[in-house]
């Protein structure tokens, strides 16, 4: 039998946006919606089965209602642009699933709903309508069903004409006068005052109607209620007429224009590699057959046995060989070398492990540092080769890095990628190659060397196109002179580690759950009673029913207890404080108390964590495996963790040196305002110095909540924040936040200025670049959709500032490996985390290694304000800080 389905877009990509963290692919793009929407679409068309569908959404914020109540939705907040970006981007999905979605000036998606669905319900169509609001309620029938999401996206209530009545004791068309009686503040539908839900369905079971309830107020229990229904029985009216979805709206189309045939899955797949939603996209692919990709072109390879290696020793003597590594687990640190290719870009040359650590003329080529190799990755291959107690040196090229540094907007940058976009293809993906998952096979002898000898041969032919994009892009001073040369201290700092006690980790974990025990005999005292407190709805009704503290945020089946509520609720009652801290030591011990201990190697008694050079659009580095730049600091225990993080031989400190503010000593330098330069120039404090110009004060009147409020600007104007991100940051409304942003301008004119000039520049070249020449395309300023264009835009402004600083203490690392091997100190970076280095250091050179790191860092760039570093030294991570 014909199904369909009815989608409220607007209802369900707004449920998405605040249901799930604010999401980007590494081009800046918010993807949070989209992914929700995404996921609510594919598990509806899976348990659904409808062979039609149709997505309505609001066309804009005018409707019919407003000629009758201008008011109509008139106190809802601005929509973030976070949000509006997005919905472009859900259209352009549905398009990828051949759904067709609509919109009609004057009319709200639920008008456009209700009337497909009565014309589907009068033909005898089975109907479900998907949404997240219950005023649809009214549009259920014998043959129209509401599916209700509650917790998230895909979570979702089904609503008959009996569930209806289950719930609230009405039919269907009844939740129009429950509306009347109680109004809806979100919609600004004024409704009776004091007149809730409760009240309001006591009414409707005794008189029916909100016509009875007013022909009947003699009747009405109370004076109180009498009075208010007397005196508001035209609003009582004007509410229900508000809530009455329109069911004729003029329509150019009709249900055979909504047949759904399944989706193409060549259409959608594409989007989703560029939204990098890579669950989903294995859920499209899931169990096809790879059997349909070409087959790959024949190459030569030949395989070097260690009897007969002597007749390749010419081959290792020309100028330039491309080399490949392949190895049998994604973490290098913990991967067996299973083979290793190497090309001249005519013949390729296959050997394993066993072959490699026979063969002389090999190993001295491979540490030949006037050898020039090609390579993919050169990080992991040095530390795979290093395992394997070979040495690894001249290295002159790396694809990985040159690919990232010609556009890190990118979606991937996986070998097979590169060769798409640069050679035109010719090299299936590794998937492709093993399978996936659990479906991940060994490679016959033949099929390896081949798919590796492709690898190697690719990798000889991309050098020179790249080396020619370098060059022209401006990039090779970056590439030669910076980045590649940080491979090798970003190597060895992952070879050799960073200690970790591993008893103190333990003795802290411990300690930790014993918080966690107290804390829940404190939330269970404070409550009366014990609960679950991981369960959202059971302490939703120790919060709210029991304590009876204010509902800020309601699903359609319970309370809100995220984060953000809570924190809000905190100053109310002392157990929300208590369940805040609950939550976070119970993240300290799962995340990294016990996250850390799994990757502590047996061997070292080290934690060694991978630095990625080549995902961040703004060239910062990030780490894995585990990633010790995310190890909270706001709460003590937090901070804690650092103990565990000492140095490897005893009589040794641990140094911390911070670059102070690098970010706004950027934006003075590109900005060249003269408030800002100057308060740099002077040492001054400069978020005390952003408090006094934008709230107009002295110096000794700034408060606390003044300077929190101006730092909160300061770093947000860098990171190109937005009222509603500054509103969420400050817990303040966006016109608040948005008079703050305004003042600041005010206060620095030169930022502004330099902010406008460039966007322009951006819009001229269609891209930015920072102070080193590194470039991000943005190729959306030009977008004709403005939501798109606006955060072109921002990320124009922000990213020269990021990125330059990036560069700055990528700068400074490699000025400090040079400093320690040209004064033969025996201290050792550690760890890069955000604006601070960390080393280890004998006690006795702590003081020399101090002054030394304050130069190079200090020095490492020439700008028109004083970079400042802090630095101290301790027994531990924690006490150098």
């Known amino acids: 039998m014909d199904k ?107 008008d456009i709903i209700g009337t497909i669905a009565k014309e589907a319900d009068r033909k005898g169509m089975p109907v479900t309508i998907v949404t997240g609001d219950k005023d649809l309620l009214q549009l259920v029938t014998e043959k129209v069903e509401l599916l209700m999401t509650k917790k998230g996206v895909t979570d979702a209530d089904r609503y008959d004409v009996e569930k209806v009545n289950e719930k609230y004791g009405l039919k269907p068309k009844q939740i129009i006068d429950l509306k009347g009686l109680m109004g809806d503040p979100s919609d600004n539908i004024p409704g009776i005052p004091g007149v809730g839900e409760k ?42 007429d508000l809530a009455t979805i329109m069911c004729d709206v003029p329509l150019d189309f009709g249900l055979d224009d909504l047949i759904y045939q399944g989706f193409d899955a060549d259409r959608i797949i594409p989007l989703l590699k560029k939204l990098e939603f890579k669950t989903l996209l294995e859920r499209i ?35 330039r060989i491309a080399l490949f590594v392949e190895r049998n687990h994604e973490n290098y640190h913990r991967a067996d070398l299973l083979a290793i290719v190497l090309s001249d870009g005519k013949q390729q040359l296959f050997l394993n492990w066993e072959t490699a650590k026979r063969w002389p003329a090999f190993q001295e080529w491979l540490q030949d540092s006037d050898r020039k190799k090609i390579c993919y990755d050169v990080k992991a291959t040095w530390i795979v080769f290093k395992r394997h107690h070979l040495e690894s040196e001249g290295f002159m090229f790396d694809i990985l890095l040159a690919s990232y540094l010609i556009n890190a907007s990118e979606s991937g940058h996986d070998l097979s990628d590169i060769v798409e976009r ?27 060397s081949e798919h590796l000898a492709r690898k190697v041969n690719r990798i000889y032919q991309l050098c020179p196109v790249l080396e020619k994009e370098l060059k022209e892009y401006d990039l090779d001073a970056l590439f030669f002179d910076l980045e590649l040369p940080l491979t090798h201290v970003l190597a060895r700092m992952e070879w050799n580690g960073v200690k970790v006690d591993k008893d103190r980790l333990q003795a802290l974990g411990k300690e930790l759950q014993e918080r966690l025990n107290g804390l829940t005999e404190r939330i269970y005292d404070l409550a009366g009673t014990t609960f679950n407190i991981n369960s959202p709805k059971q302490l939703g009704e120790i919060l709210f029913d029991k304590l009876g503290l204010p509902v800020l945020k309601k699903t359609k089946t319970g309370y809100s207890t995220s984060a953000d509520v809570l924190e809000k609720l905190a100053p109310q009652h002392e157990i929300v404080e208590e369940i805040l801290r609950y939550r976070q030591v119970g993240k300290l011990i799962s995340t990294y108390v016990e996250g850390l201990l799994k990757e502590v190697f047996d061997s070292t008694g080290k934690i060694h964590t991978r630095f990625h050079q080549a995902i961040t659009t703004t060239g910062r580095l990030s780490s894995s495996d585990p990633n010790l730049q995310n190890i909270p600091v706001r709460l003590e225990e937090g901070r804690r963790l650092r103990q565990v993080f000492i140095p490897e031989k005893p009589g040794w400190q641990i140094l911390s040196a911070d670059y102070s503010q690098i970010e706004l000593r950027v934006l003075a330098h590109l900005s060249g305002d003269h408030g800002l330069v100057e308060a740099f120039q002077k040492d001054m404090d400069i978020h005390t110095k952003t408090a006094m110009d934008v709230f107009g004060v002295s110096e000794n009147e700034v408060n606390s909540l003044m300077r929190r409020q101006a730092k909160a600007v300061n770093f947000g104007i860098v990171y190109g924040i937005s009222d509603y991100g500054l509103s969420q940051n400050l817990n303040i409304s966006r016109k608040e936040a948005g008079e703050f942003i305004n003042r600041y301008f005010e206060s620095y004119p030169g930022v502004k200025v330099y902010m406008d000039e460039t966007v322009k520049k951006a819009r001229e070249d269609g891209y930015v670049t920072t102070m080193f020449h590194r470039r991000r395309h943005l190729p959306e300023i030009h977008s004709r959709n403005f939501n798109r264009r606006s955060f072109a835009e921002r990320t124009a402004m922000n990213t020269p500032i990021q990125g330059t600083a990036a560069d700055i203490i990528k700068q400074a690392m490699l000025r400090m490996d040079e ?30 290694l101090s002054d030394l790191v304050r130069e190079v860092m200090e020095g490492a760039v020439t700008l028109s304000v004083p970079l400042k570093v802090d630095v101290s030294t301790g027994n531990t991570w924690y006490e150098a800080k």
Request: charged fraction near 35%; proline fraction near 4%.
């Open 4 to 110: 369909l389905v009815l989608i409220d877009g607007n209802s369900i990509a707004f449920r998405a946006f605040y249901a799930l963290p604010l999401l980007q692919n590494n081009k800046g793009t918010y993807t949070n919606a989209v992914y929700g929407f995404a996921m609510m679409l594919m598990k509806v068309l899976e348990e659904e089965k409808p062979n039609h569908v149709l997505v309505a959404f609001d066309a804009g914020k005018i409707t019919f209602r407003h000629r009758d109540y201008k008011e109509y939705k008139g106190k809802r907040d601005k929509t973030p642009g976070e949000f509006s970006e997005q919905i472009p981007l859900i259209k352009e999905l549905l398009d990828a699933f051949g759904i067709r979605h609509f919109e009609l000036e004057s009319f709200e998606a639920d």
């Open 199 to 240: 009240t309001a369905l006591k009414l409707l079971h005794q008189f029916g109607s909100v016509e009875e309830v007013l022909a009947h107020i003699d009747d009405l229990p109370g004076k109180k209620l009498k009075e208010r229904v007397a005196e508001n029985r035209r609003d009582a009216i004007l509410s229900k």
């Open 285 to 319: 692919q899931g169990d096809e057959s790879e059997t349909d990709q070409p087959e790959p072109e024949k190459i030569s390879v030949e395989r070097v046995e260690s009897e007969d290696n002597g007749k390749w020793e010419d081959f290792l003597k020309q100028d």
């Open 422 to 448: 640069k050679l035109g293809g010719g090299l299936p993906a590794d998937d492709v190659v093993y399978g996936k998952g659990a479906k991940r096979r060994q490679l016959g002898e033949q099929e390896l």
């Open 819 to 848: 400093a320690l091997e040209k004064r033969n100190m025996s201290a050792r970076l550690l760890l890069q985390v955000h604006d601070e280095l960390i080393f280890e250091v004998p006690k006795e050179d702590s003081e020399t």
